[in-house]
């Protein structure tokens, strides 16, 4: 759990690009909940097991029952995966099934490879894309400081 979202954002960047394994953090309204990775792979971040975490009410859960207040979702797709599906730096179809069900109404982003934040958010008409302003949608904003909690409760309340 991280007070400071910059050093969340940062500890994932490197983590991911070190072991080769999806990062994933929930962004709350005072902290950043990074979960744990070693049973991810470079596709895939998991919540459920062997974590023990899981999804309440567009929030998440841990295996105590803490419920911990959802304002996104933020993962890494570190790997450009040349050969293996293509190029996907934004979310996939998979993070497009899970996340508008997990977390209706709620933003999800990607940390991509190719140095972009991109964004989607599902509602009830379907997904879409959830656009950054500058100075939020790119990686090294956010490892630099941007204050993304702060966006997000901004534009989240128009």
Same mark, same amino acid.
């Given at each position: 759990?991280?007070?400071?979202?910059?050093?969340?954002?940062?500890?994932?960047?490197?983590?991911?690009?070190?072991?080769?394994?999806?990062?994933?953090?929930?962004?709350?309204?005072?902290?950043?909940?990074?979960?744990?990775?070693?049973?991810?792979?470079?596709?895939?971040?998991?919540?459920?097991?062997?974590?023990?975490?899981?999804?309440?009410? $567009?929030?998440?859960?841990?295996?105590?029952?803490?419920?911990?207040?959802?304002?996104?979702?933020? +993962?890494? +797709?570190?790997?450009?995966?040349?050969?293996?599906?293509?190029?996907?730096? @934004?979310?996939?179809?998979?993070?497009?099934?899970?996340? @508008?069900?997990?977390? @209706?109404?709620?933003?999800?982003?990607?940390?991509?490879?190719? $140095?972009?934040? +991109?964004?989607?958010? $599902?509602?009830?008409?379907?997904?879409?894309?959830?656009?950054? @302003?500058?100075?939020?949608?790119?990686?090294?904003? &956010? =490892?630099?400081?941007?204050?993304?909690?702060?966006? =997000?409760?901004?534009? &989240?309340?128009?």
């Amino acid at each position: 759990m991280y007070s400071n979202e910059t050093t969340a954002y940062n500890r994932m960047w490197t983590q991911a690009n070190k072991v080769n394994r999806e990062q994933m953090a929930v962004i709350g309204n005072n902290n950043v909940l990074v979960l744990p990775e070693y049973a991810n792979d470079n596709i895939t971040s998991r919540i459920e097991e062997p974590y023990k975490y899981s999804w309440k009410d $567009g929030n998440i859960r841990d295996a105590d029952g803490n419920i911990y207040s959802t304002l996104a979702i933020i +993962h890494t +797709h570190q790997d450009d995966l040349k050969g293996e599906w293509g190029y996907v730096a @934004p979310p996939g179809i998979d993070d497009d099934k899970l996340f @508008p069900y997990v977390t @209706p109404n709620k933003p999800y982003f990607s940390m991509g490879y190719d $140095g972009k934040i +991109h964004g989607r958010i $599902g509602t009830a008409n379907g997904v879409g894309n959830y656009q950054l @302003p500058k100075g939020y949608n790119m990686n090294e904003d &956010l =490892l630099n400081g941007a204050k993304f909690r702060f966006m =997000l409760k901004y534009n &989240l309340k128009k």
